[in-house]
């Protein structure tokens, strides 16, 4: 039984060594060690017939046979599963390969820069207002502080829908006049949207274009909460380290008035093209609110104050997203994908 | 404006360093423009503010530099002019309502050339020199802002001015430039015969030359929009005219002349030969204006002293009295923009210095946030329609009248609204619909070569709702084309599937249940291939379809076009906040099956879908997977939450389903798996 036992070992190690894949090793296993058919396990079964002293001698010879076809099973396994890992290997894989953007649907830059403008004054306490762009002489223009015949009305050329009556806003800030009807100080908004004026069409002037104004109304509101305000603005848009200047400057609309400059990025305020060689370049028109236009809306000039700005804002979007012509920006012209 | 600095300087002392004085007049609210130098000559070019006229001569901006460094003022010389003659015939007024204030009087003169100071001082304007009388009129007028003119007694018919409105068509011929016909909106400073002037310009006819031996000499104040209007329709602009549009001080044009008699007396030997006219109806007396002292810190932020307030208030000119918490102000008449406290309160604080003012955030209370709720759902949709993979574009409610026409095809549309005086004649009307923009922008992209373009925009349309009722109409709309993988292939199939899986998507952010049904009156979509979204509750929400097929062929479009509109207003009556839901895996596996059929002309397989859907609890899921010619295979997910399907219990659903295709919509089943 001995010999046979050897035999067994031999044989099944050859076959062992020799199995090319984990199915192979398989089939090896159930060929010696199947529970009804096995070699190993027939062989274990004649154990019994067997004398006591013969048992115990070839009993101990055939678990040492049975434990080394089990460490070798076990160890060309793992052998397998390791080289079958390697060969998975085989395909040549480069991790630097440029990827395809999947499909996404891109926002026009006008709305990203109002969304991060409308950010930074929503966290400053400000809602967002809107209004028609048909709009009255009334609301254009009269609770400006522009009646008819303001020198400085002749800055603003209108189209008009019916002359006189009806024309489409010359600015945002035909709504702030609605505002200030509408709502009771105090309120602070925010008002992106369009405007239009008769232009003679280039790359920098267009029939319609966009505007960011904003008001604040109400008791105790000072040049001091406005410089405040748009300061914080200016760092939050266009960076922590920009300068701002206040300086006197005339609107119809507010008194005192106010331009805000900051400080000119592309010479480092030393004097270049861009900024007309001042160092300073134009963002903003602002000041308190007019009391002319507080009395229209029945508001106490006494006792309720306020400040607006206003800014184009197609030159920032055409700044930030390198865009030189603003018929471009609203001409469809932007290539998504 | 431009201001040489070293004629600037005889009226007040400059700082040093130019920078210092530029630097501080910007602040004030006089920008600096540009700065020239010629050797060791400045001058200054400064942006001026609208309503400072009084700055548009020299000595108005040494009055401010006195007003800020505090350095004396020194105003030129002048002569008292000869006494007023009540009964003077020099000058007959005949158009009142044009005029606020008309000085004249009569002058014997000696004309020569000027003196070198003078020339130079012209030529920094690029005003030529012509002799000393003509020389001197400019020079004041550059001096004081004030425009004044003198006329050749001798070339006037009859001696005399008149001041009347033109006579439509009359000619005019100014000292420079050609023939102009003139209207009856216009003033004209005539002889007995031929406008001698305009309020902006004077004639070729009645100049000063080398032979004139006495003169006129006029400074007036006009009705400032009744300059400008002349000026405008003329086209022409001068420095005088420049002045006269301008609210300018009534009250300053005797200072003016005093100067210019001072010069004329010194330079040309000027001799009156009668008294002053003066035509001034409304004296205009100095105006007193009350500023709380308390309103200045609560405007400004900043604290000034009395004292400071008073004194920068005398330094502009004007009297001050301090008395109980105000100031009582005189203000002095050249300055024409200071009607109000607040006026007042703005000279205080520029001459202080704004860079003074502290910085402080924005206290009080948080107003509530009033964001309309429009503007909320219009970023709902915006987000949604991003993530669907539309990309957006803005443009502008005005388009071309070509366009219009084009899209207008079918008589549908309302009248639209139009511009009456546009720059382009050819683009005057406002958009009735979004679709014109975007499909216009989807076929650039194609022809850019884009193998794809999918579009949209949140706007406003318009439309006359009746004559002379304009509306105005929030709407969000997009666009899809797409260059088919094989040349020929037109199906239009697929592609609606795509529109609506988009219109799904965004209904589904929205969390708004809807049907498409077939038909509708969109005039720029294709009648048969239109159909209408509507709310459970019937509200017409939008259109989806096929871009007319005209409208194709005419904008010269490779492709079909699909579309939608969506009506925002309506959307917003049902949004209440996007709800969307999430569920978790099922425990229990699903059961899927295929159905297979024909469809017809008339099928509405979205309706027929639907109440497939609803005819039993455990289907959870009925999807169009297949489009194939005129076959369509639809897909049923049947599902429980509580255990595994089998084909017992789904055969019934399936006969039922069977059944409502067959019986209610005529869709006849080709293969069942």
Redesign the interface.
């Known amino acids: 039984m001995q010999e046979k036992l050897l035999n067994i070992k031999n044989e099944a190690l050859a076959q062992i060594i020799n199995a090319k894949d984990i199915e192979e090793l398989e089939d090896v296993r159930v060929e010696y060690f199947s529970k009804s058919s096995g070699k190993l396990t027939m062989v274990m079964k004649k154990l019994s017939e067997l004398s006591t002293e013969e048992k115990v001698i070839v009993g101990r010879f055939a678990n040492e046979v049975k434990k080394t076809l089990e460490d070798a099973l076990e160890s060309q396994e793992q052998l397998l599963g390791k080289q079958k890992l390697e060969e998975d290997k085989q395909e040549i894989v480069d991790i630097t390969i440029p990827g395809k953007i999947p499909?996404?649907?891109?926002?026009?830059p006008?709305?990203i820069v109002f969304r991060e403008m409308n950010e930074i004054f929503?966290s400053?306490?400000f809602?967002?207002?809107?209004g028609?762009?048909?709009e009255t002489e009334e609301f254009n223009f009269l609770r400006l502080n522009l009646p008819p015949?303001h020198?400085?009305r002749?800055l603003q050329d209108t189209?008009?829908?019916?002359?006189p009556g009806?024309l489409?806003r010359t600015h945002t800030s035909s709504i702030e006049s609605r505002i200030l009807l509408k709502?009771k100080p105090?309120?602070?908004?925010v008002i992106p949207g369009?405007a239009?004026r008769?232009?003679?069409?280039n790359a920098s002037n267009?029939?319609?274009f966009t505007q960011y104004e904003g008001i604040?109304v109400?008791?105790?509101?000072?040049?001091?909460?406005l410089?405040?305000?748009l300061?914080?603005f200016i760092k939050m848009f266009f960076g922590e380290n920009r300068k701002t200047?206040?300086?006197?400057?005339?609107y119809p609309q507010v008194?005192?008035?106010?331009?805000v400059d900051i400080d000119c990025p592309f010479c480092n305020q030393k004097g270049c093209n861009v900024c007309?060689?001042?160092g300073w370049i134009e963002m903003l028109g602002a000041g308190?609110v007019?009391?002319n236009m507080l009395r229209m809306a029945n508001l106490d000039?006494?006792k309720y104050?306020g400040f607006a700005w206003g800014m184009g804002s197609d030159r920032i979007v055409m700044d930030r997203f390198k865009i030189n012509d603003v018929r471009a920006?609203?001409?469809?012209?932007?290539?998504?994908? | 404006m431009v201001y040489p600095l070293s004629w600037l300087s005889e009226y007040v002392k400059l700082p040093t360093l130019d920078k210092d004085l530029t630097d501080r007049l910007t602040m004030m609210g006089h920008m600096l423009d540009k700065r020239i130098q010629h050797g060791k000559e400045i001058i200054i070019d400064l942006e001026l503010r609208g309503n400072r006229p009084d700055l548009l001569g020299i000595t108005g901006l040494a009055r401010e530099i006195h007003a800020y460094f505090e350095y004396s003022l020194k105003l030129p010389p002048t002569k008292k002019l000869p006494p007023i003659n009540k009964s003077s015939n020099l000058v007959k007024v005949k158009a009142p309502e044009l005029l606020e204030r008309f000085m004249a009087f009569p002058l014997f003169v000696k004309v020569k050339a000027s003196p070198n100071w003078l020339k130079k001082k012209l030529e920094y304007y690029g005003i030529p020199s012509i002799n000393n009388v003509v020389d001197i009129t400019n020079y004041v007028m550059l001096e004081t802002g004030e425009p004044m003119h003198a006329f050749d007694i001798s070339k006037l018919s009859g001696k005399s001015l008149i001041l009347r409105r033109a006579r439509n068509g009359e000619l005019f011929t100014p000292f420079h430039g050609q023939t102009v016909p003139l209207t009856i909106d216009d003033l004209v400073i005539s002889d007995l015969k031929t406008p001698q002037g305009l309020t902006i310009i004077g004639s070729k006819h009645s100049g000063v030359t080398y032979d004139t031996t006495s003169i006129i000499l006029e400074a007036a104040v006009y009705k400032y929009a009744n300059v400008r209007r002349t000026a405008r329709r003329l086209g022409i602009r001068t420095e005088a005219g420049t002045r006269h549009e301008k609210i300018l001080d009534t009250n300053f044009i005797q200072f003016s002349l005093e100067r210019a008699y001072y010069l004329l007396e010194e330079l040309a030997d000027a001799k009156p030969s009668d008294g002053t006219f003066d035509f001034y109806p409304n004296l205009n007396k100095p105006k007193t204006i009350i500023v709380k002292i308390s309103d200045i810190e609560r405007l400004t932020g900043t604290e000034i002293s009395i004292t400071t307030a008073k004194s920068i208030l005398e330094r502009l000119g004007c009297q001050v009295i301090f008395k109980k918490g105000v100031l009582e102000v005189e203000t002095p008449t050249f300055r024409t923009d200071l009607i109000e406290s607040a006026d007042l309160i703005e000279e205080i604080i520029r001459i202080y210095g704004y860079e003074r003012i502290p910085t402080r955030q924005l206290a009080g209370e948080i107003p509530s946030i009033q964001t309309s709720s429009n503007l909320l759902l219009e970023e709902k949709i915006r987000d949604s329609l991003i993530n669907l993979h539309i990309n957006e574009i803005k443009t502008s409610s005005i388009i071309a009248d070509t366009d219009y026409i084009n899209f207008a095809q079918t008589t549908n549309y309302f009248p639209p609204v139009k511009i009456i005086n546009p720059p382009d004649v050819n683009m005057s009307t406002l958009r009735p619909s979004l679709l014109i923009n975007l499909v216009s922008a989807a076929v650039k992209a194609l022809n850019f070569r884009q193998t794809e373009t999918r579009l949209f925009e949140i706007g406003k349309i318009f439309y006359q709702d009746k004559p002379d009722k304009y509306m105005e109409v929030n709407k969000a709309g997009f666009v899809i084309a797409k260059i088919p993988q094989e040349k020929n292939d037109r199906t239009i199939q697929p592609n609606i599937a795509i529109l609506n899986g988009v219109v799904s998507g965004l209904f589904e952010d929205l969390g708004i249940e809807y049907d498409i049904v077939s038909g509708g009156c969109h005039p720029s979509l294709d009648t048969k291939i239109q159909g209408e979204i509507r709310s459970k509750n019937n509200q017409i929400l939008g259109s989806v379809g096929l871009l007319h097929p005209w409208i194709q062929q005419i904008i010269k479009s490779p492709v079909s076009i699909f579309a939608a509109e969506l009506n925002i207003e309506e959307i917003l009556n049902i949004y209440k906040s996007s709800t969307g839901s999430y569920s978790i895996y099922p425990p229990y596996p699903p059961i899927v099956e295929d159905i297979s059929f024909e469809i017809n002309k008339d099928s509405q397989i979205g309706i027929a879908l639907a109440a497939v859907k609803k005819s039993s609890d455990i289907i959870s899921k009925v999807e169009v997977v297949d489009i194939f010619q005129n076959s369509r295979t639809i897909r049923i997910t049947y599902l429980h939450p509580e255990k595994s399907l089998s084909d017992k219990d789904i055969s019934p659903i399936r006969q039922k389903i069977l059944e409502i295709l067959k019986n209610k919509f005529d869709l006849k089943p080709r293969v069942q798996s």
Not at chain 1, 159 to 163: G, M, P, Q, S, V
Not at chain 1, 255 to 259: L, T, Y
Not at chain 1, 330 to 336: E, N, T, V
Request: charged share 30%; with cysteine; proline share 7%.
């Open positions: 499909i996404r649907g891109r926002l026009h006008t709305t929503k400053l306490g809602s967002v207002a809107e028609p762009e048909l015949d020198p400085a002749d189209l008009y829908i019916k002359d009806v489409l709502y105090p309120f602070r908004f369009k239009y008769f232009e003679n069409v267009n029939i319609m604040a109400g008791e105790g509101i000072s040049m001091a909460d410089k405040g305000t300061n914080t200047r206040f300086r006197c400057k005339y008194e005192p008035g106010v331009g007309k060689y001042r308190m007019h009391p000039p006494e104050s920006l609203y001409g469809g012209d932007i290539m998504y994908d």
